[in-house]
């Protein structure tokens, strides 16, 4: 079988005479730096179904190892952090989360051979343009967020000045563009377009400008350190706009930063999966833990679940034999049951809205 590696004193482990076979399989995503938070959630769901496989036997009767990769959201850290896959003999990567270290990693991944299923990358083009049919996600996608926002915005807030603003990312930009071109084909009128630049401490420049402008409703495409700082910067000149973003905000983080300047604020995310009859078990053991399951920690957890049982069904960790799997499985998940289209994408319930409240983030009932 492909890429499965003898354990010995090179990899710092030792099993006595007996060497065991195991299959290595990474986590990438942003470990150190501003949006570790997200890292975090990977790594815990990641380890989380690593123990729970390996509790049972591994894979085809073989022990899973996690080999972790810190990327800090970074393109070129990211390919880097892909080649070390390479030569540390991964098999899938679970990851990495934002797309804009997905994307270019992904093409190491393709000619590498390794299989890739992203838990939260969300740009359209990682999977409208994945080089290889070994890329995945089990995530949505923006424009289907973007949809969603849109219309959003435009059933509750007609006649209010709208603003859309993007931190310049993969993500952050097509995300705010994807919800922009909903809203304007829906027939909505943008109050102003604006760019920010992502790890700043101080927007008050911008704020200013969007005061002055008499934004009552501002959209964010970007990440919850810098979404956070501009709600609370927005209480602070005494601004009582309403702010929406997208799933990077799905983490407590968000409410660390601003305090109670973000109760009200809107985002879009997937159906809650903490919620899911099958997931409760995983939940209460990264509870037990002391680790999250909030945001992307059981989409992890998924992605890990899918390629363990693509893996059995093949028969092999072999690359094309899984692949196949891949392509023509139904798995069931944390998530739910699902299976992926022939793009990579995934077929679960979409995007909902949510609101920040007291704290937490919970579904919006109106």
């Given at each position: 079988?492909?890429?499965i ?6 990899f ?8 065991q076979a ?8 942003p ?17 989380q ?12 009767g073989?022990?899973?190892r996690?080999?972790?990769?810190d990327?800090a959201?970074d393109?070129?850290q990211?390919?880097?952090?892909a ?5 540390d003999?991964?098999?899938?990567v679970?990851?990495?989360f ?21 838990p ?13 049919d070994g890329?995945f996600?089990?995530?949505g ?11 959003y915005?435009?059933d509750?807030y ?8 993007n931190d ?6 097509g ?16 109050a ?5 630049t992502?790890?700043?401490k ?5 704020v ?20 956070g700082?501009?709600k609370r ?5 005494g ?8 799933d ?6 968000y409410?660390?930063?601003?305090g109670d ?9 997937s159906?809650?999966?903490?919620r ?15 680790k999250t399951a909030e ?12 390629y363990?049982?693509?893996?059995t ?10 692949v196949e ?14 299976k992926?289209d022939?793009?990579?994408d995934?077929?679960?319930p ?17």
């Amino acid at each position: 079988m492909k890429k499965i590696l003898l354990a010995s004193a090179a990899f710092g482990l030792s099993f006595g005479a007996q060497a065991q076979a195991e299959i290595v399989i990474a986590v990438a995503g942003p470990m150190t730096g501003q949006y570790a938070s997200f890292g975090e959630q990977m790594k815990g769901g990641a380890e989380q179904a690593v123990a729970d496989l390996n509790a049972k036997g591994g894979i085809m009767g073989e022990q899973i190892r996690l080999v972790v990769g810190d990327d800090a959201c970074d393109p070129k850290q990211a390919v880097a952090v892909a080649n070390q896959f390479a030569g540390d003999g991964v098999t899938f990567v679970a990851g990495h989360f934002c797309s804009g270290s997905s994307i270019p990693a992904s093409s190491v991944y393709a000619d590498e051979q390794i299989i890739q299923i992203s838990p939260g990358s969300t740009n359209p083009k990682f999977t409208d343009e994945r080089p290889s049919d070994g890329i995945f996600r089990v995530c949505g996608r923006d424009d289907q967020q973007g949809d969603v926002a849109g219309r959003y915005l435009i059933d509750h807030y007609a006649g209010k000045k709208v603003a859309f603003i993007n931190d310049k990312t993969a993500y952050g930009q097509g995300l705010a563009d994807a919800t922009q071109a909903v809203y304007e084909a829906q027939g909505g009128q943008s109050a102003m377009s604006e760019s920010y630049t992502a790890g700043e401490k101080d927007y008050t420049a911008l704020v200013s400008k969007l005061k002055q402008a008499g934004v009552e409703v501002l959209y964010v495409g970007g990440y919850h350190t810098e979404a956070g700082l501009i709600k609370r910067q927005m209480q602070q000149q005494g601004m009582d706009t309403i702010m929406m973003s997208g799933d990077a905000l799905v983490t407590d983080e968000y409410w660390a930063i601003t305090g109670d300047a973000g109760e009200g604020t809107m985002m879009t995310f997937s159906p809650d999966p903490r919620r899911n009859e099958e997931a409760k078990p995983v939940v209460d053991a990264l509870t037990a833990a002391g680790k999250t399951a909030e945001g992307y920690a059981l989409y992890t957890y998924a992605a890990i679940q899918v390629y363990a049982d693509a893996v059995t069904a093949a028969g092999s960790t072999d690359y094309e034999p899984v692949v196949e799997a891949l392509n023509a499985g139904d798995f069931n998940t944390v998530l739910g049951a699902l299976k992926f289209d022939d793009k990579g994408d995934v077929t679960l319930p979409g995007y909902i809205m949510y609101e920040w409240k007291a704290g937490q983030y919970d579904y919006v009932t109106n």
